[in-house]
T-cell receptor
Framework: DAGVTQSPTHLIKTRGQQVTLRCSPKSGHDTVSWYQQALGQGPQFIFQYYEEEERQRGNFPDRFSGHQFPNYSSELNVNALLLGDSALYLC???????????????FGQGTRLTVV | AQSVTQPDIHITVSEGASLELRCNYSYGATPYLFWYVQSPGQGLQLLLKYFSGDTLVQGIKGFEAEFKRSQSSFNLRKPSVHWSDAAEYFCAVGARTNAGKSTFGDGTTLTVKP
């Protein structure tokens, strides 16, 4: 079991550009949550995807959007990048249905995004 | 609104000494509590979780935490710290119906002196 995998590991973008980050959840998990972790802070919940729909959303602008595919993998898209979007973006997978319901969430290693 | 406060930004302990990291939470319902550890540039690793039952929970790497409802606290402890425990530690609170959505504290950085 590969666990939660995220790609790419590092990314440098210019202000105003758009970026797409990818996440493959742990085998058997059906839910993907995205978090932003700015330097020196704890992770902040961006949104969560289940059954290919955004299920919950944190306090983030519409520039942040996402998608979940039928195989449960997910993408996080950020448009019109700002310097303040520089952060570690973490993906967490969990299960909302099934025998391992809600036991815990597993985090990927993250994507380090730098906006210059 | 739910929130987590970790009062200590940075803690330094000597190797072999005991450790306690503090966590206070605010949550409207019965909480689901976690402690995670993060090494530099890495993701989060779950140390332990409290769901229900015994208020003293054991985790990996010799860590334990005690849930105290009356104090809204979930402090992390370890009797003897190893140099490899140096890392950032995060306390988090979440809903029992959704393990993927949690509110995190800002973390405590642990430095271990030889």
């Amino acid at each position: 079991d590969a666990g939660v995998t995220q790609s790419p590991t590092h990314l440098i973008k210019t202000r105003g550009q758009q970026v797409t980050l990818r996440c493959s959840p742990k085998s058997g998990h059906d839910t993907v949550s995205w978090y932003q972790q700015a330097l020196g802070q704890g992770p902040q919940f961006i949104f969560q995807y289940y059954e290919e729909e955004e299920r919950q959303r944190g306090n983030f602008p519409d520039r942040f959007s996402g998608h979940q595919f039928p195989n449960y993998s997910s993408e996080l898209n950020v448009n019109a990048l700002l310097l303040g979007d520089s952060a570690l973006y973490l993906c967490a997978s969990s299960q909302l249905q099934g025998p391992q319901l809600n036991t815990e969430a597993f985090f990927g290693q993250g994507t380090r995004l730098t906006v210059v | 609104a739910q929130s987590v406060t970790q009062p200590d930004i940075h803690i330094t302990v000597s190797e072999g000494a005991s450790l306690e990291l503090r966590c206070n939470y605010s949550y409207g319902a019965t909480p689901y509590l976690f402690w995670y550890v993060q090494s530099p540039g890495q993701g989060l690793q779950l140390l332990l979780k409290y769901f229900s039952g015994d208020t003293l929970v054991q985790g990996i790497k010799g860590f334990e935490a005690e849930f105290k409802r009356s104090q809204s606290s979930f402090n992390l402890r370890k009797p003897s710290v190893h140099w490899s425990d140096a890392a950032e530690y995060f306390c988090a609170v979440g809903a029992r119906t959704n393990a993927g959505k949690s509110t995190f504290g800002d973390g405590t950085t642990l430095t271990v002196k030889p």
